[in-house]
């Protein structure tokens, strides 16, 4: 009897001894994550990264009306500018996702285009945008993309030769003649703007996600915090009774 009862005080303090041990790896564990984090920022100590405001509180997205007039602002400027602004607003793309169209990209018969998503870790990862049937009809126009595709060489080759900074500055300008300023006065608040848009337009979050190319719906589900027309017929309803 005597040597069971010492059996069971070993096994209790080994089983103690080994709750302290993995108590102190999961705080070394911790420290060394801290370490290999660094200090948190703003957007991680939030849980997430804003697409709608920078930290002092500067919108970035355009409006549906900013929109509409860098559309009308994109109206007057040389063809080659015309399709590449047009195609940006419309498709919600990156600036250099949109650079990096071919001819053999372009699928005028499903009305689609069909990008690489160049932010995801590794390459061939495509997916398909609809794009307006008169857009396609333009490109087709301008760059003659039927006739390109007859030709490997030119079907293989850039629709728009520019780099970056300079599609930038072509989008820029847009922007200025619109008389459009503020963080929101970029590439980018074009394709803020175009997920904004999609989930107050009624398209389901799904489609959005896909549009985008995002990985996680997390990450599109911010879009929806922007304040859209039936928000404010709500907030309306409250005003009124002032």
Not at 2 to 16: M, P, Y
Not at 17 to 24: A, D, I, P, Q, Y
Not at 207 to 214: A, E, I, P, Q, T
Request: hydrophobic share 40%; glycine share 6%.
């Amino acid at each position: 009897m005597g040597s069971v009862q010492v059996t069971a005080e070993v096994l209790l303090d080994f089983i103690s001894r080994c709750t302290v041990l993995n108590k102190m790896r999961h705080s070394v564990y911790l420290v060394n994550a801290n370490i290999r984090s660094g200090p948190p920022s703003p957007s991680r100590e939030a849980g997430t990264v804003s697409f709608l405001y920078d930290p002092e509180g500067n919108r970035k997205y355009l409006t549906t009306s900013e929109r509409s007039a860098f559309l009308d602002a994109v109206a007057r400027r040389p063809a080659e500018v015309r399709t590449f602004c047009r195609l940006l607003a419309y498709s919600g793309a990156r600036i250099s996702e949109i650079l990096a169209l071919t001819p053999r990209h372009i699928d005028s018969s499903a009305r689609v285009i069909i990008v690489e998503s160049l932010k995801k870790r590794r390459r061939g990862v495509f997916r398909a945008l609809p794009v307006p049937a008169k857009l396609l009809d333009e490109l087709e126009q301008v760059h003659r993309i039927r006739e390109a595709q007859t030709d490997p060489k030119r079907s293989a080759a850039r629709i728009w030769k520019w780099c970056r900074t300079t599609a930038w500055h072509h989008v820029k300008a847009c922007m200025e003649e619109a008389e459009i300023s503020g963080r929101q006065a970029v590439p980018k608040g074009l394709r803020h703007g175009f997920g904004v848009g999609v989930l107050q337009s009624g398209v389901p979050i799904n489609l959005l996600k896909k549009w985008l190319g995002h990985s996680r719906l997390s990450t599109t589900e911010i879009y929806a915090d922007a304040v859209g027309a039936e928000e404010q017929a709500i907030a309306r309803r409250f005003w009124d009774t002032f």
